[in-house]
């Protein structure tokens, strides 16, 4: 391929030094818009309740904790917790048991999405140290107007300390998607995709709220970025670093299934597409990675017993609730319909560049092959599609975004940087625009990222929700 077609083939004007200037200034701007506060929602959603009980809990003693009932009342508990932060799990995964077995109980987040529970833990204790929770009638207390400092997930300890680690982590998941790409596609890709990531209105919207998707997210794109990595150059430290993401991915949440058996296809592929080598050490430890995490997890949860029931437990119960069959049902191109909505320029492009650039890049068959076999499970999970789950796909839209954009300047010369830069930049304005449509609307403040609440949010449904 001719080097004016490919991102960073030749990049006479792209020193090092000025590389990494931009780099900076473009994380820069995208940190400083995660670390702002700007979502019209600003009660406490439902899965942020959930994980602050689990932070308090580690905290050890006893505690005077809620549950939901399938009414949305709330059932009060006063349950003994020994130990603290991993320590405490055991008891928190009894806790979970407990209470889920009781006949009118809704379906609730296990604690076993440990790392996400245990890093905001760790955080609470190093800013707020001993500063105890707000009390149930100041966590319920009406928002301020125009004085964010009041809002819960300013006072409270638990919930203050995660939304910093879901923002920091959106944070990190935007440098590590910039990384990627200049590693895999060249220098011109690193600063596409990182500006993409950066006014990205998923991962944003994430930054703003106690919402494990973007902690997750983080985590499934390392996976990615050292499967890639060690089939190129099984070197010991990637090989090392593709172990533990592995290992900390399946610590995070259940959702690493879908990401491992996307990336095992990957590594199958291989053998056609010829990414790099598949070597026996990397196979190994590709299969001794997750099977680390999982020892882990059943070791902190109290041993193999309970650690199979509470995700049978929350598989049950899942099926069941009418939150989910309300909002998780659909056709299999549901998740194309939630992402062409939030990032249609993003999509199309995307789209575009799997007939006119994938063929000749096996960069961008290695997300192909990631998105479409990762799609193929999640889209028939039954009352399990939600576009909080699709954000493991925004890194591999955004390459393949970047690349086509690329593709259609290449026409012009000498003019391609120029043509490039304008067009990422009007995207990257028009992405930024997407997200205050969607979450900055203070009529209909968006929190779960459903169907039907993004077509309002559009002007495309306008009844009442």
């Known amino acids: 391929m001719n080097a004016t077609a490919q991102p960073g083939a030749q990049t006479p004007v792209l020193t090092a030094r000025v590389f990494w200037i931009f780099f900076a200034l473009i994380a820069i701007v995208g940190a400083g818009i995660r670390i702002r506060d700007s979502a019209a929602f600003r009660q406490t959603g439902f899965d942020e309740i959930l994980y602050r009980r689990y ?5 050890g003693g006893r505690q005077v904790v809620g549950t939901f009932q399938q009414d949305m009342s709330m059932h009060g508990y006063a349950y003994p917790v020994r130990g603290s932060g991993a320590a405490a799990l055991p008891d928190l995964v009894d806790f979970f048991l407990q209470t889920q077995r009781k006949p009118g109980s809704e379906c609730e987040l296990p604690p076993t999405r440990f790392l996400y529970i245990y890093t905001s833990w760790l955080w609470k204790n190093v800013q707020f140290g001993s500063q105890p929770p707000l009390s149930l009638a100041e966590m319920q207390k009406p928002v301020v107007e125009n004085d964010r400092s009041k809002d819960a997930d300013h006072r409270d300890p638990a919930l203050a300390s995660l939304h910093r680690v879901s923002c920091l ?39 703003q709220h106690a919402l494990i998707d973007g902690f997750f997210t983080f985590w499934a794109v390392m996976c990615m ?12 430290a990637w090989l090392a670093a593709h172990t533990a993401c592995l290992a900390l991915m399946v610590m995070t949440k259940e959702n690493a299934f879908f990401v491992y058996c996307a990336l095992a296809v990957v590594v199958l592929c291989n053998r056609w597409l010829k990414f790099g080598t598949v070597t026996r050490r990397f196979v190994l430890l590709s299969i001794a990675g997750p099977l680390l995490g999982v020892a882990v997890l059943v070791l902190l949860s109290g041993g193999i017993g309970p650690f199979i029931e509470v995700y049978q437990m929350l598989v049950g119960k899942a099926q069941n609730l009418t939150y989910a069959k309300l909002t998780g049902d659909g056709p299999w191109h549901r998740y194309l319909i939630d992402l062409i909505t939030v990032s249609p320029i993003v999509v199309c492009l995307a789209l575009g560049a799997l007939f006119a650039v994938v063929p000749r890049r096996r960069e961008l068959a290695f997300f192909a092959v990631f998105v479409a076999a990762s799609y193929l499970i999640m889209c028939n999970v039954r009352y399990g599609m939600n576009l909080r789950y699709a954000s493991i796909w925004e890194l591999p839209l955004r390459a393949a975004a970047f690349c086509m954009i690329w593709q259609l300047c290449a026409s012009l010369g000498h003019r391609q940087w120029l043509a490039a830069t304008v067009a990422v930049v009007a995207l990257c304005g028009y992405e930024f625009r997407q997200y205050t449509i969607l979450a900055k609307n203070p009529a209909l403040p968006l929190y779960e990222t459903v169907t039907a609440d993004l077509l309002r949010l559009q002007n495309v449904i306008k009844s009442a929700p």
């Not at 932070?55 to 905290?59: A, K, L």
């Not at 970025?225 to 010991?236: A, D, I, S, V």
């Open 225 to 236: 970025w050292t499967t890639w990595e060690c089939l190129r150059n099984p070197r010991g």
């Open 169 to 207: 982590f959106s944070v990190l998941l935007m440098l590590a998607g910039g990384l990627f790409a200049m590693r895999m596609l060249g220098k011109a890709a690193g600063l596409g995709v990182l500006a993409l990531m950066a006014c990205d209105p998923l991962q944003i919207h994430f930054s």
């Open 55 to 59: 932070v308090n809990m580690m905290d």
